[in-house]
């Protein structure tokens, strides 16, 4: 979840005893952690791939292999995806808990991030959907940057996770959260910046397009409902968010559900909801930059 000014939002993530939605941490290229895949090793690979180039599209060389261009329709694109808090943070509440200025305000470096009721960590599930969306977007062609390289340290700042996208000059970044909202509430939004007289001005078109993009692929592709608490069709743009206001490139978040919700949790903690979220997330992303 994203810490928002909301009491009910404070009061979803209070359970935890630290507060919901932040990181801390350093910039790394996890390729070497996770591992290349190779264009055949994910399940729902094919099928995201597939879906991507769209059907009669695929270009044979003499050999009858795909030629590597049409198989890689993100060669040349570079995307950062940001999974959300680290489960180290709540460890090390004096380094996550340090102020750091987004521009609008001052806010923690990181948070602990929210869990289900029954403690499946939210920075266990954007750890999990992040690193197989990596695979498939890798698999696409795509140079595929993580904020962080596990899911046992702490970190990086909310700073530190706009900067890399900003460093990597990316196509497309992607923040991946669940939320902590009131158990009533279900569904999943985007979150996208607004204009704050800073670096993130000139990427707010672009990025209400990427958040379409994702919205309308993360939408047909998983079934999951547009949030029934928050945003209009999905869709919320704020100003308060560090990965956002600090980053030059286009950015959304998305928070797939509410932990706190009993049906969300449910799918959340499921492998095969979180590879079909993967997928989901990665033809939106390709048909964003592609
Ligand atoms: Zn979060």
Sequence with gaps: MIRRPL???????????????GGAGQATDVRAATGR??????????????????????????DGAPSSHA????????????PGHNGGNYKHPEIINKPVNVLTK????????????????????????????????????????????NNTSVGPCITQRAAIGNNAEADAAISIH????PASGHGFHIIMPKKINGPVDPVVNDSRKLGIAVRNAFHSGTGQPYSTYIGKNALDFR??????????????????GNM???????????????????????KGIT????
């Design 7 to 21: 009491i009910a939002t404070i009061l979803a993530c209070s359970g935890l005893g630290v507060a919901a939605c």
């Design 37 to 62: 895949v190779a264009a055949d090793a994910a399940p729902g690979e094919g099928q995201s791939r597939t879906a991507a180039i769209g059907a009669g599209k695929v270009s044979e060389r003499a």
């Design 71 to 82: 198989d890689k329709p993100l060669a040349g694109k570079v995307i950062v995806i940001d």
């Design 106 to 149: 001052r806010k923690p470096c990181d948070t602990t991030g929210t869990a289900t009721n029954d403690g499946y960590s939210e920075a266990a599930f954007t750890w999990d959907v992040s690193t197989r969306l990596a695979k498939l977007l890798r698999a696409e062609g795509a140079t595929v940057k993580l904020t962080r390289k």
């Design 178 to 181: 669940g939320d902590g909202a």
């Design 239 to 256: 100003s308060d968010l560090g990965g956002l206001n600090l980053s030059s490139v286009p950015k959304v978040f998305i928070e797939v």
């Design 260 to 282: 706190r919700n009993s049906g969300d949790a449910a799918k959340m903690k499921s492998p095969q909801f979180r590879q079909k979220a993967a997928a989901a997330l990665a």
């Design 287 to 290: 048909n964003y930059v592609s």
